[in-house]
C-alpha cells in the first residue's frame, strides 16, 4: 500500500525520528551525509512499526483494509461501516442482489387472488378467488353478502319463525348446486337447479354445517358455512373459493 504524505506529515515524522534518537543536532537540523542516510533509514523502520497496520479510516478506496470506516468504495473489507460500495462485504453473506426478494409491486384486481411473486416482486394473479364470509346478526336483521361466481349469501335472523340461510342466483342462467348439510340426528346430501333470481334455502337453528358446490357457466364455487343460532343472534361464518373457467 503506497501512502503520499503532506509537508506537514514529513515534518512530524522527521520531529518524531529527533525525538526518539535524543541528538540535538536531529532538532537543529543540521545533518551530515551519512546522519541523512541513518534518518531515512530510521524514518522508514519507525513508519513501519508504528503506522503500517493501522487501519484506513477516510480513504477512498480500501482494498484490503480490515476496517474502512468511510471509504467510498471497499473492495474486500471485513467491515465497511459507510462504504458507498461494498463489492464483496461479508455482511451480505456473499450474495449477490439477484439472491434476495424485493418489495412487491402492484396487486390483483377484486374476485381474484396473488398466484405467485417473483425475485423482483412482480405479481402473477389467478382468476381463483378466496372469500370471507362472517355475519353477526340479532333477531329480525336481515344481512346480505355478494361473493363471487353470480352468488348471494342472505342471512335472515328472524324471532318467531326459523332463521335461514339463502343462497341466491343473481345471474341470468340456471345453475346448479350440491351440497352435503349436516345437523345433529340428521344429514342431507342432495343438488337442485336453480333459476335467475331463484334462492336455495337452508335454515340456521339451532346449527348447521354445509358444504356447497354452486355450477355456472363461468366457474365453479365451494361454499362452505357454518350456521349456529342463539335466542337473541343469528352466527353465520364460512369461505367461498370460486375457480373461473
Known amino acids: 500500500m503506497k501512502l503520499r504524505f503532506s509537508p506537514a506529515g514529513v515534518i512530524a515524522v522527521i520531529a518524531l525520528v529527533a525525538a526518539l534518537g535524543g541528538g540535538t543536532a536531529?532538532?537543529?537540523?543540521?545533518?551530515?551525509?551519512?546522519?541523512?542516510?541513518e534518518i531515512r533509514k530510521l524514518s522508514t523502520e519507525v513508519f513501519d512499526g508504528l503506522?503500517?497496520?493501522?487501519?484506513?479510516?477516510?480513504?477512498?478506496?480500501?482494498?484490503?483494509?480490515?476496517?474502512?470506516?468511510?471509504?467510498n468504495t471497499a473492495t474486500t473489507a471485513l467491515a465497511a461501516t459507510r462504504a458507498t460500495t461494498a463489492s464483496n462485504s461479508e455482511q451480505l453473506g456473499g450474495l449477490g442482489a439477484g439472491a434476495y426478494q424485493r418489495a412487491i409491486q402492484g396487486g390483483c384486481a377484486a374476485g381474484t387472488s396473488v398466484a405467485s411473486i417473483n425475485p423482483q416482486g412482480q405479481?402473477?394473479?389467478?382468476?381463483?378467488?378466496?372469500?370471507?364470509?362472517?355475519?353477526?346478526?340479532?333477531?329480525?336483521?336481515?344481512?346480505?353478502?355478494?361473493?363471487?361466481?353470480?352468488?348471494?349469501?342472505?342471512?335472515?335472523?328472524?324471532?318467531?319463525?326459523?332463521?335461514?340461510?339463502?343462497?341466491?342466483?343473481?345471474?341470468?342462467?340456471?345453475?346448479?348446486?350440491?351440497?352435503?348439510?349436516?345437523?345433529?340426528?340428521?344429514?342431507?346430501?342432495?343438488?337442485?337447479?336453480?333459476?335467475?333470481?331463484?334462492?336455495?334455502i337452508e335454515l340456521v337453528a339451532p346449527r348447521l354445517e354445509g358444504q356447497f358446490i354452486?355450477?355456472?357457466?363461468?366457474?365453479?364455487t365451494t361454499l362452505s358455512l357454518h350456521t349456529f343460532e342463539r335466542s337473541n343472534f343469528c352466527e353465520v361464518t364460512g369461505t367461498a373459493v370460486?375457480?373461473?373457467?
Not at 128 to 138: L, P
Not at 215 to 220: P, R
Open 26 to 37: 536531529y532538532a537543529a537540523g543540521i545533518f551530515t551525509p551519512e546522519e541523512e542516510v
Open 51 to 71: 503506522i503500517g497496520d493501522a487501519s484506513v479510516k477516510r480513504a477512498a478506496t480500501a482494498a484490503s483494509a480490515d476496517t474502512a470506516a468511510r471509504a
Open 123 to 200: 405479481v402473477t394473479c389467478s382468476a381463483q378467488a378466496v372469500q370471507g364470509i362472517r355475519v353477526f346478526a340479532f333477531q329480525q336483521e336481515r344481512k346480505t353478502v355478494p361473493l363471487a361466481n353470480g352468488l348471494t349469501v342472505v342471512v335472515s335472523c328472524a324471532d318467531n319463525v326459523p332463521s335461514q340461510v339463502e343462497l341466491v342466483n343473481t345471474t341470468a342462467e340456471n345453475i346448479n348446486v350440491n351440497y352435503f348439510a349436516l345437523r345433529t340426528g340428521s344429514t342431507r346430501v342432495s343438488g337442485e337447479t336453480l333459476a335467475p333470481g331463484q334462492r336455495h
Open 214 to 220: 354452486w355450477m355456472t357457466s363461468a366457474g365453479v
Open 242 to 245: 370460486t375457480a373461473f373457467g
